[in-house]
């Protein structure tokens, strides 16, 4: 059995001035609902009358209510780019070479002023170029002549350090005359010796790397102790 429909009753209003009327004509509730687009609470300003006794007067007539997301006007924000905006710090500044606007807040050169300061010397990670990879030095280092030293050097010395008398990888040969400082003893195997990789770190560790003489190894020779492995 089917259940009987019971529509809902909308009680009378009672609004009282001189626009009153307008909330009963249907044609004017219409037109400044749908046609002006105006919101519920608008068209209440205009009678003047509260926001529930519109919305009755709307139901009252028998009109369809907007859904809440409905937009009622093109609402205009107000720009929030450059000095509007709350985290404005003045723009972006100037390339402190060229004086050209740099894409970023926190650059102080631009791309092309970069490039030229950190070239050669003022560039942090610059190196002399016999120490470069392609120098003078590393060249040499990288040649069949230094090759041929090293192993005749090895040959020489049976590939045991001269300094325990063991021989464990990885071995070196070693320059008495530092290889930079004598670079026509480089391929001289009489300035080269054979040590194993823990003496020949402890020499450069407390003599350093570069420079070094026959003089310090003597010394050094000295002063090592027997090691226990």
């Not at 001189?18 to 219409?30: F, G, Q």
């Not at 009252?60 to 209510?65: C, F, G, M, S």
């Not at 195997?189 to 070094?212: E, M, P, Q, R, W």
Request: proline share 5%.
């Amino acid at each position: 059995m089917r259940k009987k429909r019971v529509e809902t009753k909308v009680r009378p209003l009672k609004l009282k001035g001189e626009n009153a009327y307008l909330t009963r004509d249907k044609s004017w509730l219409e037109e400044q609902y749908y046609g002006k687009n105006l919101s519920i609470k608008a068209m209440s300003l205009l009678i003047p009358c509260d926001y529930g006794s519109m919305r009755k007067a709307l139901i009252r007539a028998k009109i369809p209510l907007k859904p809440k997301y409905i937009t009622y006007s093109n609402p205009v924000y107000p720009s929030r780019s450059g000095a509007n905006n709350g985290m404005w710090i003045g723009g972006r500044p100037n390339c402190q070479d060229c004086g050209t606007k740099l894409s970023a807040y926190t650059a102080l050169r631009c791309k092309k002023c970069q490039g030229i300061a950190s070239r050669g010397e003022n560039n942090p990670s610059w190196k002399p170029p016999e120490e470069c990879y392609g120098g003078e030095a590393m060249q040499a280092r990288n040649s069949v002549e230094y090759d041929i030293w090293r192993f005749a050097v090895y040959k020489r010395d049976k590939n045991i350090c001269i300094l325990c008398g063991v021989r464990k990888d990885p071995m070196v040969a070693h320059h008495l005359d530092g290889f930079n400082l004598f670079p026509e003893k480089r391929y001289d195997v009489d300035n080269g010796i054979t040590l194993c990789d823990y003496h020949h770190i402890a020499f450069h560790s407390n003599y350093g790397f570069g420079n070094n003489t026959k003089e310090q190894f003597e010394d050094f020779k000295i002063r090592t102790t027997e090691m226990t492995y």
